[in-house]
């Protein structure tokens, strides 16, 4: 893995907000990489290239000004099947999961195809950090500080053959560590499987991630490696990642196979097409709580249309959803 969190600081003890805003501070001002810091909190932000967020970052959608959510939101209300269907579940059971060793395996229309350890894979593509919203389909919403890498970069370093029309992600399966995978309830065919056309995978936006707030991922958003499509919704980004397959064919992703009528295989943030049973069109920035909803209008692509509009053009994204 990239660096080690030692197992003897209680989650407790780490305050990443206050840490990444001091790092935020310091990134802006100096400039400069912090050298000799070796508190392993920091690790992960001491590889980041230090430029302050630009117009130009903002431009690209790679950087938002919005509230971010704050960690404790961000790790604590998760989607992640593998540890349970309640909002709460990841962040309770997660911990189970090994992450240290990672390998991902490289198949398909590759020319260096291969099993590659995590590290190998991202050696020598800088860290970079984005500041996306994420909006899942169940209406709620978050912007959160990510660390990785643009998926382009990954894939220029595996070599696409020219038959590369997609890209194949399978999550994890190992049932002795994900609870959720054991339960006689769970009605997904595990492993959990997304895919991306080809174009979109490209695009500078997608991003894999390995951290946020400046440190490594929590486990229950995805460590040690996922990805972040931010005009799409949340279910796109799949979370512990082991294989990246390039195909000719659509992959069948799992919740398209689950339920076809709710969940098509885009999944483009879009207000104007509603779910079968809920409306689409406002969210709830999270935090929220009862007496202030912060409900907000989803906006078309989750805000990202000048960046990613111009892949769908003439498609009929009723049809398309
Ligand atoms: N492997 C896997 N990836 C997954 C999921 C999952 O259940 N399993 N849930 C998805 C959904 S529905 C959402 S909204 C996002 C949530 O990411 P976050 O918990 O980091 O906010 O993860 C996505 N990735
Ligand atoms: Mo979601």
Not at 43 to 72: I, V
Not at 83 to 106: E, H
Not at 237 to 245: A, D, E, T
Not at 302 to 316: S, T
Request: with cysteine; charged share 25%; proline share 7%.
């Amino acid at each position: 893995m990239l660096i080690k969190q030692p197992h003897d600081i209680a989650s407790s003890e780490i305050t990443p907000e206050s840490i990444y805003l001091r790092r935020r501070e310091f990134m802006t001002g100096a400039g400069i990489a912090l050298a000799g810091m070796a508190a392993p909190s920091w690790a992960l932000a001491e590889k980041l290239d230090a430029r302050a967020a630009t117009p130009a970052m903002a431009d690209k959608g790679f950087y938002t000004s919005e509230d971010k959510t704050p960690f404790k939101d961000v790790a604590r209300y998760n989607n992640f099947y593998e540890f349970g269907t309640d909002k709460g579940d990841p962040a309770r059971y997660a911990d189970a999961l090994t992450v240290d060793p990672w390998s991902v395996m490289v198949e398909g229309e590759v020319g260096k195809p291969g099993t590659y350890a995590l590290e190998d894979l991202l050696k020598g593509i800088d860290l970079e950090e984005r500041i996306y919203r994420l909006r899942c389909v169940e209406a709620w919403s978050m912007v959160i500080p990510w660390i990785g890498i643009p998926l382009h970069k990954l894939l220029a370093k595996v070599e696409p053959t020219s038959k590369a029309k997609y890209v194949e992600f399978t999550a994890l399966y190992r049932p002795e560590e994900m609870r959720g995978q054991r339960s006689r309830f769970s009605t997904i065919d595990w492993p959990y499987v997304e895919g991306l056309r080809m174009d979109e995978a490209m695009n500078p936006l997608t991003l894999m991630a390995t951290g946020l707030y400046g440190q490594e991922l929590p486990k229950q958003n995805g460590a040690p490696f996922r990805l972040v499509v931010p005009w799409k919704y949340g279910f796109k980004s799949i979370k512990s990642i082991v294989k990246v397959r390039l195909t000719e064919k659509q992959p069948a992703t799992t919740w398209q196979q689950l339920a076809p009528q709710e969940y098509g295989f885009y999944a483009n943030v879009n207000p104007n097409v509603d779910h079968p049973r809920w409306s689409q069109k406002y969210e709830r920035r999270l935090p929220n709580s009862l007496f202030d909803p912060n409900r907000i209008k989803t906006r078309m692509f989750n805000g990202y249309e000048a960046q990613v509009a111009h892949l769908y053009k003439g498609m009929n994204l009723r049809r398309y959803y």
